[in-house]
């Protein structure tokens, strides 16, 4: 984790683990507006706010398929669970 002028950010590595996501589902949130992405330094890392990451994963679905086992619940759904093309 990352501190700048006091927010908390973490890399594409910190999101991915906090998420339980690969860094394809991590793109598809940016990409589709549900997270953003910041650039930081000459290398361009990509930096991700704590803040947003945290209240990505208070999102569920609606309706949660009736197999979820109950462990997986605390986990956020995969992206193909409530983000449709349309």
């Not at 940016?30 to 990509?46: E, K, T």
Request: proline letters at 8%.
């Amino acid at each position: 984790m990352l501190t700048i002028d006091d927010e908390a950010y973490l890399s594409a590595e910190e999101v991915c683990s906090r998420l339980h996501v690969k860094p394809a589902t991590l793109y598809t949130y940016v990409s589709r507006g549900l997270l953003r992405s910041y650039r930081q330094g000459i290398r361009r890392q990509r930096l991700y706010r704590l803040a947003e990451v945290e209240a990505l994963l208070r999102v569920r679905p609606s309706d949660p398929p009736e197999a979820m086992k109950p462990q997986q619940s605390r986990l956020p759904p995969m992206a193909d669970e409530w983000i449709s093309d349309h």
